[in-house]
C-alpha cells in the first residue's frame, strides 16, 4: 500500500509543501522561527500594556486609599466611626447650602 504524502499550505509565508508529519504547520525551520518571533513580540507587547494599566489602577487604589486613611484619622479624633463622619461631613455640607439659600 502506496501512501501519498499532503500537500498543505504554509501558514507563515502561504507557500505549498509536503507534510512530513499530521501536525507540521510551517514549510520551514526560517519560517517557522520567523513566525514565532512575531507571535512572543505580540506577547510581550500585550502583557506590557497589562501591567502598565494595572500599575494605573494600583496608583489610584493608592490614592483613594490614602484618602480614606486621612478621613478616618480626622474621624478618630472627634471620637466618630467612619461612617459617623462622612455623615457629619454631609450635614456640615447640607448645613453649608441652605445658609447660602436663605
Same mark, same amino acid.
Given at each position: 500500500?502506496?501512501?501519498?504524502?499532503?500537500?498543505?499550505k504554509c501558514i507563515g509565508?502561504?507557500?505549498?509543501?509536503?507534510?512530513?508529519?499530521?501536525?507540521?504547520?510551517?514549510?520551514?525551520?526560517?519560517?517557522?522561527?520567523? =513566525?514565532? $518571533? +512575531?507571535?512572543?513580540?505580540? #506577547?510581550?507587547?500585550?502583557?506590557?500594556?497589562?501591567? @502598565? &494599566? %494595572?500599575?494605573? =489602577?494600583? $496608583? +489610584?487604589?493608592?490614592?483613594? #486609599?490614602?484618602?480614606?486613611?486621612?478621613?478616618?484619622? @480626622? &474621624? %478618630?479624633?472627634?471620637?466618630?466611626?467612619?461612617?459617623q463622619y462622612m455623615i457629619?461631613?454631609?450635614?456640615?455640607?447640607?448645613?453649608?447650602?441652605?445658609?447660602?439659600?436663605?
Amino acid at each position: 500500500m502506496k501512501q501519498t504524502k499532503k500537500k498543505s499550505k504554509c501558514i507563515g509565508c502561504g507557500k505549498q509543501f509536503t507534510v512530513n508529519a499530521r501536525n507540521q504547520h510551517y514549510c520551514s525551520v526560517e519560517c517557522r522561527e520567523y =513566525e514565532r $518571533k +512575531k507571535r512572543h513580540a505580540q #506577547m510581550y507587547k500585550k502583557r506590557k500594556t497589562q501591567k @502598565k &494599566a %494595572k500599575r494605573v =489602577e494600583e $496608583k +489610584k487604589k493608592e490614592k483613594h #486609599m490614602g484618602e480614606l486613611a486621612s478621613f478616618n484619622d @480626622k &474621624a %478618630k479624633k472627634l471620637g466618630l466611626s467612619y461612617g459617623q463622619y462622612m455623615i457629619f461631613l454631609q450635614t456640615e455640607k447640607d448645613r453649608e447650602e441652605r445658609a447660602k439659600i436663605s
